[in-house]
């Protein structure tokens, strides 16, 4: 167990996928002071109910450490862009006067088998096919060509990153067990996504 800041979002954080932040409120900027004269690290969960500012917010158990890459302190803000990390699951939130903070523990990490090199490849094109299907309707933050990691674990991490499905879709990515199960429900949210591209598509525009 280790005691850890943390900044619940209305995102979910992958390993091996960038977090840039705008920093702005008192609490978090009093939050970053701290955590940059230390390991540079803290939690990202889920925002379940509520927003992110203003505090108030429900938030879901299993996110992402994140480690500080960059830091920019401007004039009435800060600009800071970290890495997602390892798993964790928030076992209590604490009480904390200035900023959110949590007793969490670490998520086993998911293992590689030489035998998963064929899915890894087949997950990879359902992600990348989405991807172009969708950049035709709407704008995406991740390119068709987008480069993963070497590391098989973390590219597998990064295609649930840049998938472009629903947000409590990722977060369901996030609480996988095993990379067979991580491939099955990345191909089955992208298979459901692009679905509903094509149902919400016009005929002339499919038709073409």
């Known amino acids: 167990m280790a005691i850890m800041p943390m900044f619940p979002l209305e995102s979910v954080l992958m390993p091996g996928m960038p977090l840039p932040l705008r920093i702005f409120e008192p609490r978090y900027l009093a939050m970053f002071a701290d955590i ?20 108030g917010d429900q938030r879901f158990p299993i996110g992402t450490v994140a480690h500080v890459r960059a830091y920019y302190a401007l004039e009435s803000s800060t600009m800071a862009v970290a890495g997602g990390g390892r798993r964790i699951e928030v076992v209590r939130w604490l009480d904390h006067d200035t900023y959110p903070l949590a007793e969490v523990r670490d998520l086993p990490a998911l293992e590689w088998r030489p035998g998963l090199a064929d899915r890894h490849r087949q997950t990879e094109r359902c992600v990348r096919r989405l991807l172009a299907t969708a950049s035709e309707y709407v704008d995406v933050p991740w390119s068709v060509d987008e480069e993963l990691a070497d590391d098989p674990v973390t590219a597998a991490w990064q295609l649930a990153g840049i998938a472009p499905i629903q947000t409590i879709d990722r977060y369901a990515l996030l609480g996988s067990t095993s990379l067979t199960q991580l491939f099955d429900r990345i191909e089955g949210f992208c298979a459901e996504a692009e679905e509903l591209i094509r149902l919400t598509a016009s005929p002339f525009e499919l038709d073409d």
């Open 36 to 55: 940059m004269t230390g390991d540079a690290e803290f939690g990202v969960v889920l925002i379940e109910r509520g927003t992110e500012v203003g505090g």
